[in-house]
């Protein structure tokens, strides 16, 4: 557990995966996992958002989550942000690193934060700003593979705001497919692409399954030479401002696979699946992710008796 991982894996499921749940989670039970999760190995964690509360009720605690939370060396724990105030707060809450959030759409980045391009960037600027450098800022290109609204998204538009986000002080970026168009060709282009840009350990692939390609992305991502992803426990996950969404690649899934493939995670798959298959006790309803269900391929079962 302890080499260097081959592949680097950001936990997204205390934001991507509580933010949509109609259930709001109570902030002891978020700590609780947020807790158990960066006892994993997980060397990234996204602990909450630092939006607007009546844009997200769910996570209208990030404060009071991110001043609570156990922190483990090792562990870097990120606050999605979508303006100053989110920087503000998040710088406030002791916030590792910010993860700064616009759309390549532009109709979708109206929907999700009510700015357009030229609002969200200047955002950006201010966001990158008043860290004064003390903090790393990632900034995410989210509906970089589709949008719900507009479909396909041009490859320059990409990478000219890629441009744009490094231009503002953006340090790394992260590619989204926030409602799951992505598919293994457009992934490698696009990571071909960006990493003309930034590099290696500057790029992170966040997907999500909702056509059940997720997997297939990722592994097309890091043949074509990305290392960071995100996923979610159980799968949870998903936009609450773009029809459709659902669940992102699911961790344990997600190291499973690696596993299998002789891929070091630095992730205790194990205790990964025991904490999933505590997840529809939290969130009320059966999650989407597969391996918390069969079991690793190594689980084996006794065989039934046979006829003599
Ligand atoms: N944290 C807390 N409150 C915030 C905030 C932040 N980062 N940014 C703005 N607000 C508050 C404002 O103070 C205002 O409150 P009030 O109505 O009580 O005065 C309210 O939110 C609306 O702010 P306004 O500046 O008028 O912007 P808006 O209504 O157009 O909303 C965003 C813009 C960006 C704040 C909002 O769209 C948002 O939070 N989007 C995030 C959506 C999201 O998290 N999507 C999923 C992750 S990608
Ligand atoms: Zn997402």
Same mark, same amino acid.
């Given at each position: ?15 991507? !995966? ?9 902030? =002891? +039970? ?5 807790? +158990? ?9 996204? $602990? ?5 509360? %009546? ?14 939370? /156990? +922190?483990?060396?090792? &562990? ?17 809450? #002791? ?18 934060? #009510? ?7 200047? $955002? ?62 457009? &992934?490698? +282009? ?20 909702? %056509? ?5 992305? /990722? ?5 074509? !030479?990305?290392? %960071? ?29 690696? =596993?299998?493939? #002789? ?5 205790? @798959?194990?205790?990964?699946? $025991? @904490? ?7 969130? !009320?309803?059966?999650?989407? #992710? ?9 689980? @084996? ?8």
């Amino acid at each position: 557990m302890n080499a260097t991982p081959d592949v680097i894996i950001q936990e997204v499921c205390p934001r991507d !995966g509580l933010q949509i749940e109609p259930v709001i989670v109570s902030t =002891e +039970r978020k700590v609780a996992l947020i807790d +158990r999760l960066s006892e994993l190995g997980f060397p990234r964690i996204e $602990a909450g958002s630092f939006v607007s509360p %009546r844009a997200v009720p769910a996570l209208a605690d990030g404060d009071a989550v991110f001043r609570s939370i /156990v +922190r483990r060396e090792g &562990v870097i724990f990120v606050a999605l942000i979508p303006n100053l105030r989110g920087a503000e707060r998040a710088l406030a809450a #002791g916030a590792d690193e910010l993860n700064f959030v616009m759309s390549a759409s532009v109709t979708h980045n109206r929907v999700n934060m #009510g700015m357009d391009h030229e609002g969200s960037l200047s $955002a950006l600027a201010e966001a990158t700003a008043a860290t004064g450098g003390r903090i790393h800022v990632n900034a995410t290109l989210a509906t970089a593979f589709g949008c719900p609204f507009e479909g396909q998204q041009d490859e320059g538009k990409v990478l000219r705001l890629i441009e744009a986000y490094l231009r503002l002080g953006a340090q790394s970026i992260t590619l989204a497919d926030t409602t799951g168009m992505a598919n293994p060709k457009l &992934v490698r +282009r696009r990571v071909k692409s960006a990493l003309g840009l930034v590099p290696r350990d500057g790029l992170t692939l966040h997907f999500h399954n909702t %056509r059940g390609l997720g997997l297939v992305n /990722v592994m097309a991502g890091f043949e074509a !030479g990305a290392l %960071r992803f995100d996923a979610s426990l159980g799968g949870l996950g998903g936009c609450p401002f773009a029809p459709g969404a659902s669940g992102n690649v699911c961790t344990e899934d997600l190291v499973n696979l690696c =596993e299998e493939v #002789g891929l070091n995670t630095g992730i205790d @798959l194990e205790g990964l699946i $025991a @904490l999933s298959r505590e997840l529809p006790s939290i969130v !009320g309803h059966p999650v989407p #992710g597969q391996v918390a269900k069969a079991g690793r391929s190594c689980d @084996l079962h006794p065989a039934p008796p046979t006829p003599p």
